[in-house]
């Protein structure tokens, strides 16, 4: 019997890599430095780096954090969805087969799961919900985790040999940061709390603007992005998308108390406030969360890795209604509107304060 009520976060693990790697220290190993300050454009100052550790491990380190403070056993998990971009799971290489949910199974001792992965770009942890959600409300499954482990610093050691002048296309692959996140998800006891609304549109035309593709100049992958292209269609397009899904969970802007963006960098979260604010014709009454500052775009664990933060220092709490919002190449646009029950204080309960 299908089951109407909201799904929800029953938990939550983050896995960031210990190492450090700053902006200027990156910009120092680069073959032939850009002239631009990429500090102060993009408002990076560092960014965390896996050093003996892959894409699948980054995963299954958050997937154990998740398990540690959830009701659930990992035999208890009926979907493991992994939605990691990166494949690079071995050293130099990248993996398709076996998937990286099963891995991930496996490793975690999830046996009774059902597993398979989504590719969709940073939006992919949204996406694997936005799948998951259909899977719990129609009583096929009681619980499932999300879960995504993003090694893109192989991206960055690419484009330190390969970017020749501060207007490469490859640059942006500067911004990007290594990091794990992991969700369990299953069904509300109110319909107050959890997933409301969440959107998910695609405008293909505009894939030319940020992709990825083998090197023909060495080897390893290289991130191809058109920035200001990419920014001005987002920008001219998610704003109406975005009121779109507020109105459609009964909401206002003013009931919102706080946005968690997709992080690329400061400039371009800055930039896309004021688009929002000509669209509406007013400020937006909410702030919106980040740390790209400290951790860089890590792709698809980027909301996750700001919640995290965020929960740790006991700005969101129970009650807060939050408003995701992002895209990621392809171009993919996102909106989820969503209350938060009493996951903020059993995750400071488990694991601190920030």
Not at 12 to 28: A, K, N, Q, R
Not at 31 to 44: A, N, Q, R, V, Y
Not at 51 to 69: I, P, R
Not at 136 to 156: H, R, W, Y
Request: charge should be positive; hydrophobic fraction near 35%; charged fraction near 25%.
């Amino acid at each position: 019997m299908a089951n109407n009520k909201n799904i929800k976060i029953e938990s939550l693990g983050i896995y960031l890599p210990e190492t450090v790697l700053t902006t200027s220290e990156l910009l120092s190993q680069c073959k032939h430095p850009p002239s631009l300050d990429l500090e102060k454009i993009t408002g990076i100052r560092e960014r965390r780096m896996a050093v003996g550790e892959y894409a699948v491990d980054l995963a299954v380190k958050s997937a154990e954090n998740a398990l540690k403070m959830s009701r659930y056993s990992a035999e208890d998990l009926d979907m493991i969805i992994c939605t990691s971009i990166s494949k690079y799971n071995r050293k130099d290489e990248v993996d398709f087969e076996p998937s990286t949910s099963m891995v991930i199974r496996k490793r975690i001792g999830a046996l009774n799961a059902i597993n398979f992965d989504i590719n969709n770009a940073c939006v992919g942890m949204l996406n694997g919900i936005y799948v998951m959600e259909s899977f719990i409300k129609s009583g096929a499954i009681k619980c499932g985790m999300v879960v995504s482990g993003e090694l893109n610093m192989p991206l960055v050691d690419t484009s330190k040999q390969e970017i020749r002048h501060s207007f490469d296309r490859q640059l942006a692959a500067l911004t990007l940061g290594d990091g794990g996140a992991a969700i369990i998800l299953d069904k509300s006891d109110s319909d107050k709390y959890g997933l409301h609304q969440l959107d998910l549109i695609t405008g293909a035309k505009h894939n030319h603007y940020c992709y990825s593709k083998p090197s023909k100049r060495g080897p390893g992958g290289v991130l191809i992005t058109k920035a200001r292209g990419l920014q001005r269609k987002g920008a001219e397009h998610f704003p109406f998308y975005l009121k779109k899904t507020v109105e459609k969970s009964g909401w206002t802007m003013d009931d919102i108390d706080y946005g968690i963006p997709h992080q690329i960098a400061v400039g371009v979260i800055k930039r896309n406030i004021k688009a929002t604010n000509r669209f509406l014709g007013e400020k937006i009454p909410f702030r919106l969360l980040y740390n790209v500052e400290r951790v860089a775009n890590t792709t698809t664990t980027s909301y996750f890795i700001i919640l995290h933060e965020f929960l740790l220092n006991n700005t969101i709490r129970k009650d807060h209604n939050l408003l995701f919002v992002g895209g990621g190449s392809g171009m993919v646009i996102v909106q989820a509107t969503y209350t938060m029950d009493d996951l903020p204080e059993r995750y400071i309960s488990k694991f601190g304060t920030a």
